[in-house]
DNA sequence: GCAAAAGTGTTAGAGATACACCCATGT
DNA sequence: ACATGGGTGTATCTCTAACACTTTTGC
């Protein structure tokens, strides 16, 4: 073993995950009563510490899957919670993820283990510690990210509709897009390839299924242009 | 005390700063020799460990003021580094910073206690650890922010000219844009005061200077709309 | 007068918005 | 047939890109 940093204080390091879903109606987060002490019992994000031998990726990774039963899952750090006081029994650093799950494929796996509850993103009960502070700060990450990368296809199963996508979005910015322009902008950016059959069950008439175009995907994540009217205005 | 979280491994917590300043040349980075061991007197990023009653923006901001005197800098917390042997000396977390300066106000406060330098962005030495990564990534961090946030004015001096404006983003994009769309878009933005007097030394007929709108620039840090030409192509 | 850099003007084209209209289908 | 939501068409307007042109001043 190397030798140490002395007179360095050692903290606890752990990750929380903010889970997003979307039902069709509504966009939501996965939340989790509380296991350990203190304050077990109560809402909370779905975290964990970071182990010995495991970056803090692979953490969010295995805390994701061992909820959910999912892997390969869209995963982002985007901020590090560092308040000395931020965790009442002792100070623990909490490094900060969003995931975008399709909340279909989640259903599948579902345990409950972890007492695990989708809750709509504008009414959800109190959380410990800061967590409502990371839930407001990953919204807002969201939205940013959202304006000019592709990753809310994440949040959608394998096949979907334009009416969807776009619900979805509207629901993302608190603020609603004008259909035709929508489409138009959507399937400019080349992403999607459209289906055979239909969903029937929004409509009479039906509205085509896409898929999205995964060869293009990594490539082209940053081809979303002005999908979002005036991203300026909103964020 | 309260109690402790048991059998959780506590690790040590630094924060690095990349140090961004701009001579009207080159975007620079300032860079220190590295006074601890290991590796001691190699070249590293500036940084230091998070100490018990402070939280990372502020340990960050008292290890910038150490290097540099300066106070109330723009900094920006962007990513966490995590990996388990990323330090070669015991585990460390560090969690990264950027920070935009202005080089001159900077050289009023140098200290040599740290043997800092300036290094062109694209041409700098080899860095300790993951520094180097760091560094890649808050120069794209930078970059993505700045097409959407007025922040580049953080790396010039008080009055300073369009031309020497533009010259920054055309190294901050590694682009160069029409002068007629940049001076219009920028003045599009109300941000800008023009002053009375020119700055002589470029050229002969001499450029107006302008002073932020520091009262705007608060609400107004994200109206910059597309003063990058195809922000989607370069990032 | 000429060179050099600052700054203005102009035009063609692309893209965005708004809104009207057509389409397909279940009842 | 008609109501309903999906999807298309289109006129208008704004913004952008490109580039030509004018201005100012030192030499």
Redesign the interface.
Known sequence: M????SN??????AVDCIVFGYDGQNLKILLVKRA??PLKGRWSLMGG?????????QAASRILASLTGLKDVYQE?F??F???GRD??????S?AYFSLIDIKKYKEFISDAYHAEWFSIKDFPNLIFDHEEMVKTAKKRLQYKAT?HAILFELLPDKFTLPLLQSLFEDVYESSFDKGNFSRKMLSTGLLLKQRDKDKTGSKKGAYFYKLDRKNYQQNL??I?KLVPN??SI?
Chains 1, 2 share one sequence.
Do not use: C, G, W
């Open positions: 190397a030798a140490k940093y360095q204080s050692r903290y606890t390091v350990l002490t510490f970071v182990a010995k031998n495991e970056s803090a990726d750090q901020y590090t560092t308040d000395p009442s029994q002792e100070r623990t650093i490094i000019s940053h081809k242009l991203p300026n964020l």
